[in-house]
């Protein structure tokens, strides 16, 4: 990003809206969420550390707009049984900064149309049942302006634990 | 610790319904691992994921650690990860490369087949009983390592069927699976799923042909993409892939009971007939087209006609061969269970084919998908459920006594419980076997 640009991104308004996009998957404010998403948009998480594509090797989430709806569907629906006793989160989002990066080699190949790409951490806690777990990582969000504010083209979250051995994962992280 | 004598294991299994000891009791674990892990033939891997010498990774059977390597000669090995000195686990990555193993302790190294290449210091055994060829101060090699077109399948003990014995005529799944490659030959690019569920292995096992549950367990997913769809296509236009893959399972009863469940005597088992028309869209276009250069056009008929789901190969792993997926069942304990997944891409279809097969992995079979979860509340809640002291008996009574028996194959309509019932007669058969 030139210089100029970077100058002209206000940090704040950045920080302000990932913390946005946190409260509304910690509150189920799926309509809103969503609408924080670009059409052409999508959600990545890889299942291997380093991960190079998410079409032509398996991951976690690799989801196109049309799959986060249909899990919305899924997860808001009255027969979801695996949501009968709701799974709960918490997310708390860390470390926000201009990647110095700008995203390179972590777009998948999926080249998306972006203006910015912001990294942060994440901590996710998240609860059902008798347990607590704890999800972790680092975040890229590629962001596009979108009148005075942003959405979201690609949103890539690498797990420290992507590999590990995991009981089912409903919600979005 | 005292086993039960056969006779006790034996009252456990009835012709049609099963006592849910069998799910809880810590003790018939341990024993299952010792005579159903400890004897079956259990697969390990595929020989894709060790494609150059050298070339390893590692699972387990049962409790015991293994490692699958390539030699420098080519030839597979199954071997023990545990160190012929003082029984480090030598092996600690995944996968890997290497030219030698090397334990971590003490610096004895091995090579890939096992054998002990060398010790430091080696003047210090000099004069004692230890001798450097004696096999058991290498990795040792388990008992017996034998593979079916690329799947590699091993056994913790020297006897018993061959592997083309055990497998019988369930063997044409793979077949099936492999067929469907222009090369004929399949490959694992990149990992697996680890899914972990909070349930015996044998209720996973049991809800692979359980055509009963689809239209309950997976209503959520099944109306998601059918709601998705009404509100965002024309009607009658084609189904976007994960539409398709999640509407099967709201197929109604009558579909189901119109299909076969063919079951074999060692505890295979599989369904027919369950796919919807064949797909049209251009990728599948193309494969088929890559099909037919291939085979020709009779012989690509013939197998794309061949129409199966979840085969069951008894006790630890089950394919969809239409949809190349694999799931590798490892039991941790009497309430929990890892599943490995598996997505192969077939040799020679366009790279466009394979990209459908992760859809299908993403949307049906991956840890996050949308269609999984459901199942496994369903294992984890059979698990808590059988905590209860209600009633012993866990009911496989669906069809029971109209099961059409054949030499190697019992067949029976779609929503029988045959399969189920057969897996028990073969967990009965390693569990009261003299060994
Ligand atoms: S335990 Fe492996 S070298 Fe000593
Ligand atoms: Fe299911």
């Given at each position: 990003m030139a210089p100029a640009l970077r100058e002209a991104v206000d940090l704040g308004a950045i920080e302000q809206f990932l913390y946005r996009e946190a409260m509304l998957l910690d509150e189920k404010r799926w309509p809103e969420w969503l609408a924080l998403y670009s059409e052409d948009c999508f959600y990545w998480v890889p299942s291997v550390v380093g991960q190079k594509d998410p079409v032509n090797t398996i991951s976690l989430y690799a989801e196109d707009r049309m799959r986060l709806e249909m899990r919305v569907i899924r997860i808001t629906h009255p027969h979801a049984y695996s949501q009968d006793f709701p799974t709960r989160m918490s997310h708390v989002v860390a470390n926000v900064m201009l990647d110095p990066e700008n995203g390179k080699g972590f777009d998948g190949g999926l080249a998306p149309k972006a203006d910015l790409v912001v990294r942060s951490s994440v901590h996710i806690l998240e609860f059902r049942k008798e347990e607590q777990r704890l999800f972790g990582g680092a975040v890229r969000h590629w962001l596009r302006r979108a009148g005075g504010d942003f959405s979201i083209v690609l949103k890539r979250i690498d797990l420290v634990n992507c590999d590990a051995p995991m009981e089912v994962v409903q919600l979005f992280l | 610790m005292a086993h039960p004598e056969a006779a006790a294991i034996r009252a456990l299994i009835e012709p049609d319904r099963v006592h849910r000891d069998i799910y809880i009791d810590p003790a018939l674990f341990e024993l299952e691992l010792e005579r159903i892990f400890g004897r079956a033939w259990i697969w390990v891997g595929h020989e894709s994921q060790v494609k150059n010498p050298g070339d390893y990774v590692t699972t387990t059977i049962g409790r015991q650690p293994v490692v699958m390597s390539r030699h420098s000669d080519g030839k597979i090995h199954v071997l023990y990860n545990r160190c012929g000195h003082r029984g480090a686990k030598v092996v600690g990555d995944r996968e890997g490369n290497v030219k030698f193993f090397q334990c971590c302790y003490h610096g004895w190294t091995y090579r890939t087949d096992g054998t002990l290449r060398g010790v430091p210091v080696p003047r210090g055994y000099e004069g004692t009983a230890f001798d450097v060829r004696d096999p058991r101060y290498g990795m040792m090699k388990l008992p017996r390592v034998d593979s079916y077109r690329g799947f590699v399948f091993a056994s913790l003990t020297a006897a018993g069927p061959s592997l083309g014995e055990y497998l019988g005529d369930a063997r044409s799944s793979i077949d099936d699976m492999v067929d469907r490659s222009p090369e004929g030959a399949l490959e694992v690019v990149g990992g697996c799923f680890r899914i972990v569920f909070r349930a015996n292995w044998k209720i996973f096992l049991e809800n692979?042909?359980?055509?009963?549950?689809p239209m309950v367990v997976h209503e959520s997913s099944v109306e998601a993409g059918k709601i998705w769809a009404s509100e965002h296509l024309p009607q009658g236009a084609p189904d976007p892939l994960p539409v398709r893959f999640t509407r099967n399972n709201g197929f109604p009863y009558d579909f189901w009971e119109k299909l076969t469940l063919k079951a074999h005597a060692n505890g295979h088992s599989f369904m027919g007939g369950?796919?919807?028309?064949r797909r049209t869209d251009p990728v599948y276009m193309d494969y088929i087209a890559a099909m037919e250069r291939a085979y020709g056009k009779e012989r690509t008929e013939q197998i794309l006609a061949v129409d199966r789901h979840n085969?069951?190969?008894?006790?630890n792993v089950s394919i969809q061969s239409g949809y190349q997926q694999l799931r590798h069942i490892r039991p941790l304990a009497v309430d929990r269970t890892q599943m490995d997944v598996y997505a192969f891409r077939l040799k020679g279809a366009p790279d466009e084919f394979y990209k459908h097969t992760l859809v299908y992995s993403n949307v049906v079979n991956s840890p996050s998908s949308i269609v999984m979860p459901d199942d496994h509340e369903a294992y984890n809640r059979v698990q808590e459920g059988l905590a209860a002291q209600a009633s012993p008996w866990v009911s496989?009574?669906?069809?029971?006594?109209?099961d059409r028996r054949g030499d190697e194959w019992t067949s029976a309509n779609g929503t029988s419980e045959l399969p189920m019932r057969n897996q028990y007669q073969a967990w009965l058969g390693y569990m009261t076997a003299e060994g």
């Amino acid at each position: 990003m030139a210089p100029a640009l970077r100058e002209a991104v206000d940090l704040g308004a950045i920080e302000q809206f990932l913390y946005r996009e946190a409260m509304l998957l910690d509150e189920k404010r799926w309509p809103e969420w969503l609408a924080l998403y670009s059409e052409d948009c999508f959600y990545w998480v890889p299942s291997v550390v380093g991960q190079k594509d998410p079409v032509n090797t398996i991951s976690l989430y690799a989801e196109d707009r049309m799959r986060l709806e249909m899990r919305v569907i899924r997860i808001t629906h009255p027969h979801a049984y695996s949501q009968d006793f709701p799974t709960r989160m918490s997310h708390v989002v860390a470390n926000v900064m201009l990647d110095p990066e700008n995203g390179k080699g972590f777009d998948g190949g999926l080249a998306p149309k972006a203006d910015l790409v912001v990294r942060s951490s994440v901590h996710i806690l998240e609860f059902r049942k008798e347990e607590q777990r704890l999800f972790g990582g680092a975040v890229r969000h590629w962001l596009r302006r979108a009148g005075g504010d942003f959405s979201i083209v690609l949103k890539r979250i690498d797990l420290v634990n992507c590999d590990a051995p995991m009981e089912v994962v409903q919600l979005f992280l | 610790m005292a086993h039960p004598e056969a006779a006790a294991i034996r009252a456990l299994i009835e012709p049609d319904r099963v006592h849910r000891d069998i799910y809880i009791d810590p003790a018939l674990f341990e024993l299952e691992l010792e005579r159903i892990f400890g004897r079956a033939w259990i697969w390990v891997g595929h020989e894709s994921q060790v494609k150059n010498p050298g070339d390893y990774v590692t699972t387990t059977i049962g409790r015991q650690p293994v490692v699958m390597s390539r030699h420098s000669d080519g030839k597979i090995h199954v071997l023990y990860n545990r160190c012929g000195h003082r029984g480090a686990k030598v092996v600690g990555d995944r996968e890997g490369n290497v030219k030698f193993f090397q334990c971590c302790y003490h610096g004895w190294t091995y090579r890939t087949d096992g054998t002990l290449r060398g010790v430091p210091v080696p003047r210090g055994y000099e004069g004692t009983a230890f001798d450097v060829r004696d096999p058991r101060y290498g990795m040792m090699k388990l008992p017996r390592v034998d593979s079916y077109r690329g799947f590699v399948f091993a056994s913790l003990t020297a006897a018993g069927p061959s592997l083309g014995e055990y497998l019988g005529d369930a063997r044409s799944s793979i077949d099936d699976m492999v067929d469907r490659s222009p090369e004929g030959a399949l490959e694992v690019v990149g990992g697996c799923f680890r899914i972990v569920f909070r349930a015996n292995w044998k209720i996973f096992l049991e809800n692979l042909n359980d055509t009963m549950h689809p239209m309950v367990v997976h209503e959520s997913s099944v109306e998601a993409g059918k709601i998705w769809a009404s509100e965002h296509l024309p009607q009658g236009a084609p189904d976007p892939l994960p539409v398709r893959f999640t509407r099967n399972n709201g197929f109604p009863y009558d579909f189901w009971e119109k299909l076969t469940l063919k079951a074999h005597a060692n505890g295979h088992s599989f369904m027919g007939g369950i796919f919807p028309p064949r797909r049209t869209d251009p990728v599948y276009m193309d494969y088929i087209a890559a099909m037919e250069r291939a085979y020709g056009k009779e012989r690509t008929e013939q197998i794309l006609a061949v129409d199966r789901h979840n085969t069951i190969f008894y006790p630890n792993v089950s394919i969809q061969s239409g949809y190349q997926q694999l799931r590798h069942i490892r039991p941790l304990a009497v309430d929990r269970t890892q599943m490995d997944v598996y997505a192969f891409r077939l040799k020679g279809a366009p790279d466009e084919f394979y990209k459908h097969t992760l859809v299908y992995s993403n949307v049906v079979n991956s840890p996050s998908s949308i269609v999984m979860p459901d199942d496994h509340e369903a294992y984890n809640r059979v698990q808590e459920g059988l905590a209860a002291q209600a009633s012993p008996w866990v009911s496989l009574h669906r069809d029971a006594g109209r099961d059409r028996r054949g030499d190697e194959w019992t067949s029976a309509n779609g929503t029988s419980e045959l399969p189920m019932r057969n897996q028990y007669q073969a967990w009965l058969g390693y569990m009261t076997a003299e060994g």
